[in-house]
């Protein structure tokens, strides 16, 4: 017997940027980012979510522009290469195959990029085929909505689902850079807007109790669609979120503790029992409210910390209730119930179940430990915030295949 | 304006492991490897070559009852997955979804085990399974050739092919554990024996005179299957492939220099054009021999030397010469043309090309630009070993169809 002890050390180093008008001719920006490292002029393919395609008529050939405006720095390889946003693209191996191929015949190297412009299932599925062509072509993630400007956009993850589960393939790969542009920003629709606050709010509870001060004063401008604002929200959310990846001590989360997931164990689950209705941010609300009210029945989080987390989370415009909450809740593990959703959460981490709680705003601890009955307790709580008038109806007919027809059709 | 700099710092750490008779009850060395990480028994999944199984009838029957041996360490989550060897099995996507779907059936989550059996192919693919499901089930390696256990083996990649192109899709994953057993050497065909000794070739002609010195002195034992002589080969080797990797200060290949790839631009575009029908290790022999030659033509290598290393490659029975680089050389960029590797070769990397020669045993250099003329001298000269007698014949009619089609029948 003989044994080498192997150990290799990564630093891994990206920019996060905030700008306005990354594609205006007068922006230096994205070509500054791509001279600082050499090899030019370098290939690029830009792939880009269809839905801002949509609401910026002409971009496609705004980006041709800002690319030709700069040949002795980059080099369009190929046409912009347009794919379908939102949950679904991920659900289709296709589009990964599409931008793998993409790359490939516009004779990309490592040291080549693709440049994703769009929301956050975009970023994932061209981040996903980037990281994986020739084990890794250089990303440059441009995010479109709150959500991916502010949370995954500036991570270190990409995926795609798969046997019916929600991001089970994919890798973690650090971006080349990042480009939140807050023009983007002034199309998106009002759920949209709204929905991408969730992980400010999540960000804030666990990190930073000034900082959901400062979303509660600023609550009725940001639900105004005040673009300032938002801009100030963004750039605070996103980051927390890196300063949290850098200082996690496990960022590509070998571990079991996962503190950035927040309400997320509940959110996933709901996502995948609205087939998804609920956008991941309208989601996240839920999770949120869902475990802080499960914080509060503990005994660990006092009333009026809970009282100024849902009263936050309406401010927004964020629903704090689902119907899909009450599925199959006398069978824990059936795979239509909420409660399933913990099992799950604990299989894709990996290791003990892990669930952050509050003791208080910008106080979170872990539990690995929860109770069937106070979460069920928690779900009838907020179940008398559902019907609040500026929250969406749902169907109130609890039927499984009710809601499954019907959320299937709003979904498709 | 406004940019966070955002720093990842990441370490990873895995043994490599030499023992013989891995799955004997008698030896506790993987169940040491998986119980010293906690969280038990964990879930393994076994995916196992299936030219392992044929050369070790009852393969599957011993995996099974060395698991259920440690019930309290391991549990065998669905039946030990059989999958096709070579390089034929990183052509078909759906291995890969073979594996994926055992791990989601099995319920394993990232603290869970893939372990695979088998030679570099399939541990390209169950490797690069593992490193995407749920962004990466900790994968052990069990390699059974001498070339996976003495150089992909104990690395940090996978990969599989995709449009015609060799390793075109993968990741950077490093391993949880690799456990070297000799004993599987011992079953081997003549040509897997030999064809793994030219990666030590390369490590030594890279890193480590007095480890080619040895292989001169031990080269007669060695090409007589001296299971004794392997085993310290195969050590050496894998010792110095990790401490490279370990202090390259770019194990994850960000840069342009990829010094363990001497000889391999050659190498992997030898495999393409003859249809795999060489083994990665006899086209990375006649890769050493060119890069050799060049080097000696080009006058930084001292004669003396480059004898020893066409002298050493014979002796261990290894061609330094197949007919298939002489396709097409009045045409560089032909994608039938040996040279066109070098293109290639570089497009993989990204950046600019880099191609490491010789200046004697021991002492590589790195060069940005390989004269054509220079290189096809260098394929003249090898030409002249073609016939020894120890050498596979090769079809001496060079019309491309032939060689295709007769290529195409060797591999089919």
Known sequence: ????????????????????????????????????????????????????????????????????????????????????????????PGHVKDVQRAINNGGLCRHSYVAAVGGGAVLDVAGYAAATAHRGIRLIRIPTTVLAQDDSGVGVKNSVNAFGKKNYIGTFAPPFAVINDSQFLLTLSDRDWRSGLSEAVKAALIKDASFFADLERHAS???????????????????????????????????????????????????????????????????????????????????????????LLQELGLAVYAPELRLHL?????????????????????????????????????????????????????????RRPELPEYPVDREKEHIHAKSERVAG
Chains 1, 2 share one sequence.
């Open 221 to 311: 401008r940001l639900s105004g669609r005040d673009l300032t604002a938002m801009e100030e929200t963004v750039r605070r959310c996103a980051t927390l979120h890196c300063a949290h990846i850098a200082s996690s001590g496990d960022p590509f989360e070998l571990g079991s503790s996962r503190p950035l997931d927040f309400g997320h164990w509940a959110a996933h689950k709901l996502e995948q029992l609205t087939n998804f209705r609920l956008r991941h941010g309208e989601a996240v609300a839920i999770g949120i409210a869902l475990d802080s009210t499960y914080s509060l029945l503990s005994g660990s989080l006092p009333e009026a910390d809970w009282w100024r987390i849902i009263r």
């Open 1 to 92: 017997m003989h044994t080498v002890l192997q150990e290799i050390e990564l630093t891994f180093r990206y920019p996060v940027h905030f700008t306005a008008g990354v594609f205006d001719l007068s922006n230096p920006l994205l070509r500054d980012v791509i001279a600082a490292s050499g090899d030019l002029p370098a290939r690029i393919v830009f792939v880009v979510d269809r839905g801002v395609v949509r609401a910026h008529r002409g971009l496609t050939s705004v980006i041709q522009r800002y690319c030709s405006q700069y040949p002795e720095t980059m080099m369009l390889a190929g046409r912009v290469l347009v794919v379908p946003g939102g949950e679904k693209a991920k659900n289709h």
């Open 330 to 386: 006398h069978a824990p593990e059936h795979p239509r119930c909420v409660l399933r959703g913990l099992t799950e959460f604990r299989e894709h981490l990996g290791g003990r179940l892990t669930i952050m709680l509050l003791r208080a705003i910008g106080k979170p601890y872990e539990e690995h430990e929860i109770d069937a009955g106070t979460m069920i307790r928690s779900i009838d709580i907020l179940k008398q915030f559902s």
